[in-house]
C-alpha cells in the first residue's frame, strides 16, 4: 500500500476550517459566560449559576476539540515529512494518527453540540409552558 504525499495534505483545509468553527464557538460562548456572570453578580438564582456551569463544560470540551484538530494537523505535517523522507510505512501510520485525531474532535464537537441542544429545548420548554398556561392549555 502507498500513500501519496498529497493525501495528508487533503486534511489541511477542512481541518483548517473545523478549528475556525471551534475558535468561534468558544469566543460566542465566552461572551455569553461573561454576561451570565455580570448577571450572577447582580441576582444570584441558581438558574443562572446552572447556565454557566453548563457552558463550563462546553468551554472544556470545546478546548478538547481544538487540542484533537490541533493534533491532526501536527500528525499531518509529519505524515507528509515522513513520506518526503520515503519512509512510506511511518507515514501511512502517521495519516492514521491524523484521520484518528479528526474523528475524536468530531465526535466531541457532536457531544457538545448535544449539551448545547438540550439546553436550548430546556430553555424553550420553559417558554412554552408559560404561554400554555396564559392560554389556559394544561
Not at 481541518?15 to 464557538?25: D, G, K, P, V, W
Request: aromatic letters at 10%; hydrophobic letters at 50%; one cysteine or more.
Amino acid at each position: 500500500m502507498t500513500l501519496h504525499i498529497e493525501t495528508p495534505a487533503l486534511l489541511f483545509s477542512a481541518t483548517s476550517l473545523i478549528l475556525l468553527a471551534y475558535t468561534n464557538r468558544f469566543l460566542t460562548i465566552a461572551q455569553i459566560v461573561r454576561g451570565l456572570k455580570n448577571n450572577y453578580d447582580e441576582v444570584k438564582t441558581k438558574s443562572i449559576l446552572l447556565q454557566i456551569k453548563s457552558l463550563n463544560l462546553r468551554l472544556s470540551l470545546i478546548r478538547y476539540m481544538q487540542l484533537f484538530g490541533v493534533l491532526c494537523l501536527f500528525l499531518s505535517v509529519f505524515a507528509m515529512l515522513s513520506l518526503f523522507l520515503e519512509q512510506q510505512v511511518m507515514g501511512i501510520y502517521l495519516f492514521g494518527s491524523s484521520l484518528l485525531c479528526l474523528l475524536i474532535s468530531l465526535g466531541i464537537s457532536f457531544w457538545e453540540i448535544s449539551i448545547s441542544v438540550t439546553a436550548l429545548r430546556l430553555h424553550l420548554s420553559d417558554i412554552t409552558a408559560i404561554e400554555d398556561k396564559n392560554n389556559g392549555i394544561k
